[in-house]
């Protein structure tokens, strides 16, 4: 079966640190660009990180950047998101979604998404 896995969400504080994973399995991430994306309640779902396996090239939602890396485990065909220095507005159900192209464009029209992993931060 093939599919997508998020976990690593929790409860942190503001200025806390997560790992989020993202395992796929049924197939290989080789040939896929990934995307994190997030949903916070009454929001709409906005894409967090990009990363094309091709070619290594990632992008990030601006109000991260500095404080996400997306990341790679190839062995354990694995993508993670780190995330640090947490603030509210940064609380939502996280998303992995993965599609089969070379280009690094991460949108809704994704092969794979997984169910989700939810971030809380509160103190």
């Known amino acids: 079966q093939l599919q997508l896995v998020e976990s690593g969400g929790g409860l942190v504080q503001p200025g806390g640190s997560l790992r989020l994973s993202c395992a796929a399995s049924?197939?290989?991430?080789?040939?896929?660009?990934i995307g994190w994306f997030r949903q916070a309640p009454g929001k709409e779902r906005e894409r967090v990180s990009c990363?094309?396996?091709?070619?290594?090239?990632?992008d990030y939602l601006d109000s991260v950047k500095g404080r996400f890396t997306v990341s790679r485990d190839n062995a354990k065909n694995t993508v993670y998101l780190q995330m640090n220095n947490l603030k509210p507005e940064d609380t939502a159900v996280y998303y992995c979604a993965a599609v089969r192209r070379v280009a690094l464009i991460c949108d809704y029209n994704m092969d794979y998404w997984g169910k989700g992993t939810l971030v809380t931060v509160s103190s």
């Open positions: 990363m094309s396996s091709i070619s290594g090239s990632t």
């Open positions: 049924g197939f290989t991430l080789d040939y896929y660009t």
